[in-house]
């Protein structure tokens, strides 16, 4: 060989020669000759012992470098990235990487997602798809089986020979990427498509449809027999993905079950998974419950009485949280749930997450608003710190609506498809629900304007009591006999209110009669005794000081009027102030012979000896007779 006859001469410049090989010409060549034929050729090339000890060091140095060289380059296309620049280079980097990972898998019994090595291989072989319509709740683990899948499809059909699929050279001679934007593989469903826009633009990868339909695909190829010619298959390599734990130990677990447990497989999960699957669910939904109950019970237990308490309660919806993430972890880092079922319990547990997260958002709004609240300058009570709590709420349900939009976009819902839903369907609400949007502007007019508070007395109407709460969509009070009625705001916010709470005092006016037989001195008197018992009286206001007047001479008697206003507005001392005035002045009047007098009335009385009422009948002043009379 020729690679013999030039070590055969024991030349330097034959070494260097040999050092200026290729890799793959070294690989080859090293597979030929080995270390002792090249020592016995070194020592048959000349009698020399300083040419012959030469030659051996050469020979050394030829043969770990190049072992060193093949083992350097072995471990450096482990982490080299796949070249997606033409279809060519696209196809073979795929098929390179998927062998090199089902060589591994193999060798290993797992794939670990988080070892650097298994990473940069998997890497590579995703490098080459285009998972850009693949929901993002589950991108990575659909791109991973469609690559297994297009592999497995690889395996079984006839593959072109690599010079006549395109590459840059051929694509740039026959104009550039625009002359080649789609590559298919002869008498197959794959594509290899030229990406138009984003961050991997102008790469060659598998197309979208192609993605989409690769699994389905590879379904209906299953039986097919592996092809014998062309570059390596990976035998089984589906099968092996779908069962391969994510964990060494685990893997030296499942490698001692049997074949049917390992490798079989009951509703699209290996058999050994199910175990574990049912014991973290088992765990899971029971801590789901108990964190919301806690948060419900906690929550109503110290809200009102340590702010941070309450804010420490929000460890349970966090808890409620996390704990689907941890699920989701479980069979995706360790029991390496693939196709339908991954999908399936990733959504799941994207949409517990979501959840958890919603409820998150109202606490956080809540206890947010409670800290404003209990600043100093506000009043709990008041309107300010209603249209605080509404604020918040609002926000939060603001919050809500984006959550839920991001979320659908991620759980593969179109955002596009989203907005024009929520378009359409604000239309349709906003028709369905017209009294509702009045009612809640009518809430905005009630915080602006605050025309009453939480626990202020109003008068609305026939209603007659203490506001309690208020709300976005109506108002709670309280009616004096203990009844609670709702009001909508909108109404409160279109008629008058009358508030009661907010007097600031109360005014009473009143009449004393007095028999029309009663002197002149006596009457005078009488108003006297009014006045002295309201002079400077308990709760009189100097800019408001108390009027007595002989008001008028009624047809029954003499008429005294008078008015005085107490304050602060509270209505029960008020009562017990114009009581103690009531008796006060009945005392002075019994004591000064001053009567009260009574009602006038006119009785009526039958002209015969029957005893009883008068019968009194109405006549029609049209009429001369009376109505039942003949």
């Given at each position: 060989?020729?690679?013999?006859?030039?070590?055969?001469?024991?030349?330097?410049?034959?070494?260097?020669?040999?050092?200026?090989?290729?890799?793959?010409?070294?690989?080859?060549?090293?597979?030929?000759?080995?270390?002792?034929?090249?020592?016995?050729?070194?020592?048959?090339?000349?009698?020399?012992?300083?040419?012959?000890?030469?030659?051996?060091?050469?020979?050394?140095?030829?043969?770990?470098?190049?072992?060193?060289?093949?083992?350097?380059?072995?471990?450096?296309?482990?982490?080299?990235?796949?070249?997606?620049?033409?279809?060519?280079?696209?196809?073979?980097?795929?098929?390179?990487?998927?062998?090199?990972?089902?060589?591994?898998?193999q060798e290993n019994k797992y794939l670990d997602r988080r070892q650097a090595r298994h990473l940069a291989i998997a890497h590579r072989v995703l490098d080459c798809i285009d998972d850009s319509e693949l929901p993002a709740f589950a991108r990575t683990e659909r791109a991973g089986e469609v690559a297994v899948c297009l592999k497995e499809i690889l395996d079984r059909v006839q593959l072109p020979p690599w010079e006549e699929i395109p590459d840059k050279d051929e694509i740039l001679a026959a104009g550039g990427l625009e002359s080649v934007t789609d590559y298919r593989l002869p008498d197959t469903r794959i594509t290899i498509s030229r990406v138009e826009a984003g961050p991997r633009r102008h790469e060659y990868l598998f197309s979208p449809g192609t993605v989409d339909r690769a699994v389905t695909y590879f379904m209906t190829m299953e039986s097919k027999p592996y092809r014998t010619e062309g570059p390596a298959v990976s035998k089984d390599f589906y099968r092996w993905f779908t069962s391969t734990p994510g964990h060494s130990s685990l893997a030296r677990i499942v490698e001692r079950l049997p074949d049917s447990m390992r490798f079989g497989r009951t509703l699209g999960i290996a058999n050994w998974k199910w175990p574990g699957l049912i014991i973290v669910f088992l765990i899971s939904i029971p801590l789901l419950m108990l964190a919301y109950r806690a948060h419900v019970h906690f929550t109503n237990q110290v809200r009102g009485e340590s702010l941070l308490k309450y804010w420490l309660t929000l460890v349970f919806p966090i808890s409620a949280m996390l704990i689907p993430l941890v699920v989701k972890f479980i069979a995706y880092r360790y029991l390496t749930l693939r196709s339908t079922p991954l999908y399936i319990t990733d959504f799941i547990t994207v949409l517990v997450t979501l959840g958890a997260i919603l409820i998150l958002i109202f606490a956080v709004s809540n206890r947010v608003a409670a800290s404003i609240i209990h600043s100093p300058n506000i009043n709990p009570a008041g309107l300010n710190a209603q249209f605080i709590r509404i604020v918040s709420k609002l926000i939060s349900i603001s919050a809500v609506v984006a959550l839920f939009l991001i979320g659908g976009q991620y759980l593969g819902i179109p955002i596009a498809t989203l907005f024009a839903s929520a378009g359409i369907g604000g239309v349709a609400v906003a028709l369905a629900a017209q009294d509702t949007l009045k009612t809640l502007f009518g809430t905005m007019n009630v915080l602006t304007d605050k025309p009453f508070r939480v626990g202020d007395r109003i008068i609305f109407k026939q209603y007659d009591g203490f506001v309690e709460d208020i709300g976005i969509r109506s108002t709670s009070l309280r009616l004096l006999n203990g009844h609670q009625v709702t009001l909508p705001n909108d109404q409160l916010s279109g008629n008058d209110i009358e508030n009661v709470g907010r007097r600031k005092h109360i005014r009473r006016s009143a009449q004393i009669h007095i028999p029309l037989d009663t002197p002149y001195k006596s009457v005078e008197r009488a108003v006297a005794i009014i006045r002295e018992a309201l002079h400077d009286h308990e709760g009189m206001s100097p800019d408001m000081p108390p009027k007595v007047f002989f008001d008028e001479f009624a047809t029954s008697a003499f008429c005294i009027r008078f008015y005085y206003w107490f304050s602060p507005a509270d209505f029960w001392k008020y009562k017990a102030f114009s009581e103690k005035v009531n008796f006060e002045i009945f005392q002075k009047y019994e004591a000064e012979g001053i009567q009260f007098s009574l009602p006038f009335r006119h009785t009526f009385w039958k002209h015969d000896d029957e005893k009883g009422p008068l019968d009194i009948r109405m006549v029609d002043k049209d009429s001369d007779t009376i109505p039942g009379d003949d």
């Open positions: 060989m020729k690679m013999r006859n030039e070590w055969s001469t024991g030349s330097e410049s034959a070494v260097r020669k040999r050092l200026m090989m290729t890799q793959s010409e070294q690989t080859e060549n090293i597979r030929v000759c080995d270390l002792e034929t090249v020592i016995d050729h070194a020592g048959a090339a000349t009698s020399d012992q300083y040419h012959w000890g030469r030659s051996i060091v050469f020979m050394l140095l030829i043969y770990l470098t190049t072992g060193m060289g093949i083992t350097i380059a072995q471990e450096s296309d482990e982490y080299s990235v796949a070249d997606t620049s033409s279809p060519r280079d696209t196809l073979r980097s795929f098929i390179k990487a998927t062998n090199d990972l089902h060589a591994l898998i």
